[in-house]
Nanobody
């Protein structure tokens, strides 16, 4: 069983920065990839960034490229999302997820932006005005 707890969200003005954190605990030895996704009211779930644990390959949504950075602290089992230059359209509930079934890559060999996460947290709200 895996537990994920997100934090770091809040209200910020456009152009500002936030760093989201996700503490992962429990049985994590079968985790293949992790990532952040978001969902705004009335909108579909959207992948923001993902990272493959073996090698650290990353993938970003076009909307996040150049502004957001996904990193992980293996020693502390924490996943981060550094958000710079935030925009009102970044307003959403942000979730971190882990994928433990090995479905991190597409048939074409690309890291999925939004893998079929097997576990995720309760989310942290980001509001940009």
């Amino acid at each position: 069983h895996v537990q994920l707890v997100e934090s770091g969200g809040g209200s910020v003005q456009a152009g500002g920065s936030l760093r989201l954190s996700c503490v992962v605990s429990g049985y994590t030895y079968d985790t293949y990839c992790m990532g952040w996704f978001r969902q705004a009211p009335g909108k579909e779930r959207e992948g923001v960034a993902s990272i493959y644990l073996d090698g650290g390959r990353t993938r970003y949504a076009d909307s996040a490229k150049g502004r957001f950075t996904i990193t992980k602290d293996d020693a502390k089992n924490i996943l981060y999302l550094q958000m710079n230059g935030v925009k009102p359209e970044d307003t959403a509930m942000y979730y971190c997820g882990v994928e433990r079934d090995g479905n991190c890559y597409t048939l074409g060999g690309h890291l999925r932006l939004l893998p079929p996460y097997t576990d995720w947290g309760q989310g942290t709200q980001v509001t940009v005005s």
